[in-house]
């Protein structure tokens, strides 16, 4: 998505109203994917980011997410990053 940010995944991050408001985050997934949508469509509409930096850590327990949801995510970050780039109006940045 061309921005700079220290962390795609972990979803920490700071909003103002403004930003809550604007977005249609009713329409994005319900799953892991929610954050990159979000972060797509923050940077489509000329938003920005305050990031919260926060430790992360990745072991078994840490996490209820399992391979073949990984792989869902990895594509569906994917897919957001694609229409983001290919820049699509805005209502095609959701999922269908």
């Known amino acids: 998505m061309n921005q700079k940010l220290s962390e795609f995944h972990t979803g920490y991050r700071a909003f103002s109203k403004e930003v809550l408001q604007a977005l249609p985050l009713a329409a994005n997934s319900d799953d892991f994917v929610f954050d ?11 938003f920005s980011v305050g990031e919260v930096s926060c430790p992360t850590k990745y072991f078994p327990e840490a996490s209820s997410i399992n391979f073949s949801r990984s792989l869902q995510y990895g594509f569906g970050c994917l897919w957001t990053a694609l229409l983001y780039l ?7 940045l959701l999922p269908s």
């Open 86 to 92: 290919t820049a699509k109006p805005p209502s095609l």
């Open 36 to 46: 990159n949508q979000m972060l797509a469509q923050i940077f489509y509409f000329g």
